[in-house]
């Protein structure tokens, strides 16, 4: 199976995936810029954390204009399985792939933390691995992490079961302690903790492994 | 040509602890009559326009298409011939 990691200037989180899936998961991943413009060759995309474009104007705002996204939007509406993880969901709810925003942590604290993920929906392509409502050990880092949607978008979030992750100690605010949804169609997943840095016992957790394998259990299966 | 001055705040829905954060570093420097403070961004754009009309057509299309984000964001803005 062919991972793409989109790497943006200012991504920082692009090496840790291209890890996680080369070496943890055992898959071919290649690195793309973000100058350039298809994404033919990749069965799974993935858009690291880190500060695209150094967050000018708002995070994602300018990433969302690389040439790099207009594939990334036609993979979308092909049905292609998409990640943001962090900056990369950011990047996700700014090009309107995914609904709602992400804005500044209530505490105004940049937080880097182990949280405990509860996984709401274990039927996604992104969880199949995992037990429905098992928690897991996810680390996160971001200062910009609070999940807002007004009430109609989470009445539908809920009703079509794209909330994937939730928080059981909410860090940032995020309403209804969302850590990561998908959209409608199921096949692009945003979230705020870092599956990635969580792949083998000696970084603390290999609850993100799992994440990887659905991917590819999912694409097995189809 | 115009100028437009252009003022993006969030949303009143919308939590703000910045301002918040702001307010209350005010109030410890005494000043206890600011009852709220909203922090937002400011731009100036200068536009090649002769003519009003377009200029306000282009401050508002930069707006939906970038400057501003709709689900978050609200905006209002001031336009002069300069």
Redesign the interface.
Known sequence: MNFAVVTFPGSNCDNDLYYAVKDALGENCTMVSSNEDSLDKYNVILIPGGFSFGDYLRSGAIANLAPIMKSIKQAANDGKIIVGICNGFQILTESNLLPGSLIKNNNMQFVSAWEKINVQNNNSVFTNQYQKEESINLPVAHGEGHYYCDQKTLKELKANKQIIFTYKDNPNGSVDDIAGITNKQGNILGMMPHPERAVEKILGSKDGLRLFQSILKSHVRS | MYLAKLYVT?KP???D??GE?IKNALHNLKFQNVSSITQGKYFEMKLDNDNKKDAEQIVKDACKE??V?Q??ETYHYDIKEV
Do not use: G
């Open positions: 969030h829905s919308i939590l602890p910045q954060a970038l400057l984000n689900n978050m």
